[in-house]
C-alpha cells in the first residue's frame, strides 16, 4: 500500500480510530469523505429488454436521480405478500443488466440467481449508478452504490405486494462483496447472502478511483463486520478465493459478531456452488413465515452442495451411459473404465497413482506432452473393473475418479470405458 507519510500505518491507523469512535455503521463511517474518481466510467449502452413474462423494467429514485431495474412477474392471488430478494451479479460493473439474467444457462454457473423466482420469491436486479444508458452518476466501485442498494430495497418496501419483513440481499463475486458493504450500511434486510466476495479490493489495475489508503479502507469489507446487524451468510468454494474467507474469519476472530456465518466448501469453486447454495436460501426464505434464516452450515449448507455435485455427477454417469448405448457398446459383465489426470508437474499424479491403487485401480506410466503454447505438462490414467451394468458399480467409479482429481486440485477426463 503506497504512502508519502513517514509513518503511514500510524498516521492511518489513528486517523480511523477517530473515525470509527462515533460511527455505527459504515454510513457512518463514510461521513465527510468525499471518493476521489480517476476515472469517470459510465456505460453507454441500454438495458436489453427483457420477456415480458419474466422481467419488466421498473425506475427507484435514488439519491442522485431515477435508476432502472429489473423487477420479476408472478401471478398473484388478491391481498399475496410475497418475499424479495435484490440479487447483486458479479462483474465489473457490479449488477449489470443483460440477457444472461433470463437466458437459462448451465447451473454449474448460474449468475442469475433465478432459482429465486423460480421459487415465487420476487426478484430485483437493480442498475447502479452509470451502469447502463440513462442512469446518472459514474460507476464507483462499491461507494455510492452501497446507496442505490439501499434506495432499491425502498423502492421494494414500498409495494404493496411485498412482505416488508421478507425483503433480503444476496449476490455473487463483486455483487456478494457490494451486498457486505450494504449490510454494514444497513439493517433493512432480513438476511443477506453474500456469494465468494472480496474481503479487501480488487488490485490497483481494477481501480477507478485514487489509489490511497482510505480510498481503500472505506471499499474492504473486512473493516467493517461489527456493523452487521442482520443475519448474514459469507460462502466460498475451497477451490475459488478461499483466502477471502480465511481473511474474514480472522476479523471476526479478533472481533466475533454471531450475526456473520462463513463457510468454504470443500470441492465447490468459485462458480459451480451458487446454485446449489441458493436453492437451499430460496427453500428456506418461502419457508420462513418471520423472514428470520438459519441456515447451519454443517446440517444443512455443505450437504446441499454435495447433494446437488452428487446429481451432477450421476447425471453425467447416465448420459455417457447413453452415449455408448448409442455407438452400439455392449454394456454388460465386467469392464474396465478409466480417467485421464493432467498436471504440470508428476509429483500430484505419482501421488494419485498410489491413491488409487490403495482402492484397487491400476495406474499407467505418466507421459509428457507439449501444449500447443510450448509449455509442458503431464497426464496419466487410474483404470478400474466395474460390473458394467450395475449403476451403484457405476457411481462409485466415477466419484472415486472425481475425488482423486480434487483432492489434488487436478484438471480430469470424465471416465470412458479403457477399450474406447
Same mark, same amino acid.
Do not use: C
Given at each position: 500500500?503506497?504512502?508519502?507519510?513517514?509513518?503511514?500505518?500510524?498516521?492511518?491507523?489513528?486517523?480511523?480510530?477517530?473515525?470509527?469512535?462515533?460511527?455505527?455503521?459504515?454510513?457512518?463511517?463514510?461521513?465527510?469523505?468525499?471518493?476521489?474518481?480517476?476515472?469517470?466510467?459510465?456505460?453507454?449502452?441500454?438495458?436489453?429488454?427483457?420477456?415480458?413474462?419474466?422481467?419488466?423494467?421498473?425506475?427507484?429514485?435514488?439519491?442522485?436521480?431515477?435508476?432502472?431495474?429489473?423487477?420479476?412477474?408472478?401471478?398473484?392471488?388478491?391481498?399475496?405478500?410475497?418475499?424479495?430478494?435484490?440479487?447483486?451479479?458479479?462483474?465489473?460493473?457490479?449488477?449489470?443488466?443483460?440477457?444472461?439474467?433470463?437466458?437459462?444457462?448451465?447451473?454449474?454457473?448460474?449468475?442469475?440467481?433465478?432459482?429465486?423466482?423460480?421459487?415465487?420469491?420476487?426478484?430485483?436486479?437493480?442498475?447502479?449508478?452509470?451502469?447502463?444508458?440513462?442512469?446518472?452518476?459514474?460507476?464507483?466501485?462499491?461507494?455510492?452504490?452501497?446507496?442505490?442498494?439501499?434506495?432499491?430495497?425502498?423502492?421494494?418496501?414500498?409495494?404493496?405486494?411485498?412482505?416488508?419483513?421478507?425483503?433480503?440481499?444476496?449476490?455473487?463475486?463483486? #455483487?456478494?462483496?457490494?451486498?457486505? /458493504?450494504?449490510?454494514?450500511?444497513?439493517?433493512? %434486510? &432480513?438476511?443477506? !447472502?453474500?456469494?465468494?466476495? +472480496?474481503?479487501?479490493?480488487?488490485?490497483?489495475?481494477?481501480?477507478?478511483?485514487?489509489?490511497?489508503?482510505?480510498?481503500?479502507?472505506?471499499?474492504?469489507?473486512?473493516?467493517?463486520?461489527?456493523?452487521?446487524?442482520?443475519?448474514?451468510?459469507?460462502?466460498?468454494?475451497?477451490?475459488?478465493?478461499?483466502?477471502?474467507?480465511?481473511?474474514?474469519?480472522?476479523?471476526?476472530?479478533?472481533?466475533?459478531?454471531?450475526?456473520?456465518?462463513?463457510?468454504?466448501?470443500? #470441492?465447490?469453486?468459485?462458480?459451480? /456452488?451458487?446454485?446449489?447454495?441458493?436453492?437451499? %436460501? &430460496?427453500?428456506? !426464505?418461502?419457508?420462513?413465515? +418471520?423472514?428470520?434464516?438459519?441456515?447451519?452450515?454443517?446440517?444443512?449448507?455443505?450437504?446441499?452442495?454435495?447433494?446437488?455435485?452428487?446429481?451432477?455427477?450421476?447425471?453425467?454417469?447416465?448420459?455417457?451411459?447413453?452415449?455408448?448405448?448409442?455407438?452400439?457398446?455392449?454394456?454388460?459383465?465386467?469392464?474396465?473404465?478409466?480417467?485421464?489426470?493432467?498436471?504440470?508437474?508428476?509429483?500430484?499424479?505419482?501421488?494419485?497413482?498410489?491413491?488409487?491403487?490403495?482402492?484397487?485401480?491400476?495406474?499407467?506410466?505418466?507421459?509428457?506432452?507439449?501444449?500447443?503454447?510450448?509449455?509442458?505438462?503431464?497426464?496419466?490414467?487410474?483404470?478400474?473393473?466395474?460390473?458394467?451394468?450395475?449403476?451403484?458399480?457405476?457411481?462409485?467409479?466415477?466419484?472415486?475418479?472425481?475425488?482423486?482429481?480434487?483432492?489434488?486440485?487436478?484438471?480430469?477426463?470424465?471416465?470412458?470405458?479403457?477399450?474406447?
Amino acid at each position: 500500500m503506497e504512502s508519502k507519510m513517514r509513518h503511514p500505518l500510524i498516521a492511518i491507523t489513528l486517523a480511523f480510530i477517530t473515525a470509527s469512535a462515533w460511527a455505527d455503521n459504515l454510513l457512518s463511517e463514510r461521513a465527510g469523505f468525499t471518493t476521489v474518481l480517476t476515472e469517470q466510467q459510465k456505460i453507454t449502452e441500454a438495458m436489453p429488454h427483457p420477456p415480458a413474462e419474466i422481467f419488466k423494467v421498473v425506475q427507484y429514485d435514488s439519491e442522485i436521480g431515477p435508476m432502472s431495474a429489473y423487477l420479476s412477474q408472478h401471478q398473484l392471488a388478491e391481498n399475496e405478500k410475497r418475499p424479495a430478494i435484490i440479487w447483486l451479479t458479479g462483474g465489473f460493473p457490479t449488477s449489470s443488466p443483460g440477457e444472461y439474467l433470463w437466458t437459462e444457462i448451465d447451473v454449474d454457473n448460474e449468475q442469475s440467481a433465478r432459482v429465486y423466482r423460480n421459487y415465487g420469491i420476487v426478484m430485483m436486479h437493480p442498475t447502479l449508478r452509470g451502469g447502463t444508458k440513462g442512469n446518472p452518476g459514474v460507476v464507483e466501485q462499491f461507494y455510492g452504490e452501497v446507496n442505490d442498494v439501499i434506495s432499491a430495497a425502498k423502492y421494494l418496501k414500498s409495494l404493496d405486494y411485498i412482505d416488508p419483513n421478507r425483503i433480503y440481499l444476496g449476490g455473487h463475486s463483486t #455483487g456478494g462483496t457490494l451486498a457486505l /458493504l450494504v449490510a454494514q450500511a444497513t439493517d433493512m %434486510f &432480513a438476511g443477506v !447472502i453474500a456469494l465468494g466476495p +472480496s474481503s479487501d479490493h480488487y488490485g490497483k489495475k481494477r481501480a477507478n478511483f485514487e489509489w490511497q489508503d482510505k480510498e481503500i479502507y472505506l471499499r474492504s469489507p473486512r473493516n467493517f463486520m461489527s456493523y452487521i446487524n442482520t443475519p448474514t451468510y459469507i460462502v466460498e468454494g475451497e477451490q475459488g478465493r478461499a483466502a477471502n474467507i480465511k481473511d474474514f474469519e480472522q476479523q471476526l476472530a479478533a472481533k466475533p459478531n454471531d450475526k456473520v456465518t462463513t463457510a468454504l466448501i470443500k #470441492g465447490a469453486d468459485h462458480f459451480n /456452488l451458487i446454485h446449489s447454495i441458493n436453492t437451499l %436460501f &430460496a427453500n428456506a !426464505i418461502v419457508s420462513s413465515k +418471520s423472514g428470520a434464516l438459519s441456515i447451519d452450515v454443517n446440517k444443512q449448507l455443505i450437504p446441499a452442495y454435495l447433494t446437488y455435485v452428487k446429481k451432477v455427477q450421476e447425471t453425467t454417469d447416465l448420459r455417457i451411459l447413453a452415449n455408448l448405448r448409442s455407438q452400439g457398446v455392449v454394456l454388460d459383465g465386467k469392464q474396465a473404465v478409466e480417467s485421464y489426470y493432467y498436471a504440470r508437474s508428476q509429483k500430484p499424479l505419482n501421488v494419485i497413482a498410489q491413491q488409487a491403487k490403495a482402492q484397487g485401480m491400476s495406474a499407467s506410466a505418466i507421459t509428457e506432452k507439449t501444449a500447443k503454447d510450448g509449455s509442458v505438462f503431464y497426464m496419466a490414467s487410474m483404470s478400474k473393473s466395474i460390473d458394467i451394468s450395475s449403476l451403484a458399480e457405476v457411481f462409485a467409479a466415477s466419484k472415486a475418479f472425481k475425488t482423486l482429481a480434487d483432492e489434488q486440485e487436478l484438471y480430469y477426463d470424465y471416465w470412458t470405458l479403457a477399450s474406447q
